[in-house]
């Protein structure tokens, strides 16, 4: 792996959320489950830009198209070269292998973990005023 060009952003993972018990029906959630903050204490490093590839898929699961996974399994492959280093564990406790260029090791997340990555870094409305993002929020 080389330098980035971006300056990377560290930030707290802390705020991503797994939630159990969740209830949908004809694709609306009725019940929202319980929120579970499984990293706690851990981190992301990840360049702030979102690739065409990762819009894209985050469009097609938004519009709940029928691709056979193709678009989560895309959306993996976008954040595989955009998620450069981190310290999570998995839901039993375990290190994760870092995430860079390995597409497969972001399948094996949860959506909720999936998702909350895919949005990373995100703009406050502050931030989006003013024309520019925090680069970190630890």
């Known amino acids: 792996m080389g330098e980035s060009k971006i300056p990377l952003a560290r930030i707290d993972a802390g705020t991503c959320e797994v939630r159990i018990g969740r209830v949908i029906e004809d694709g609306k959630i009725i019940d929202p489950g319980r929120a579970i ?4 204490g851990e981190w992301i490093e ?72 895919a949005r990373q870094p995100e703009e406050t409305g502050e931030a989006r005023k003013k024309g520019s993002a925090p680069l970190a929020n630890s």
Request: hydrophobic share 40%; proline share 4%.
């Open 46 to 117: 990840v360049v702030p830009v979102f690739t065409v590839q990762e819009y894209l898929a985050q469009r097609a699961l938004q519009l709940s198209v029928n691709d056979n996974g193709e678009g989560v399994k895309a959306l993996c492959r976008g954040l595989a070269r955009r998620i450069v280093k981190w310290n999570w564990t998995d839901l039993m406790g375990e290190t994760l292998e870092q995430p860079y260029g390995r597409p497969d090791i972001l399948e094996g997340l949860t959506i909720d973990e999936l998702l909350w990555l």
């Open 37 to 40: 903050q499984v990293h706690s």
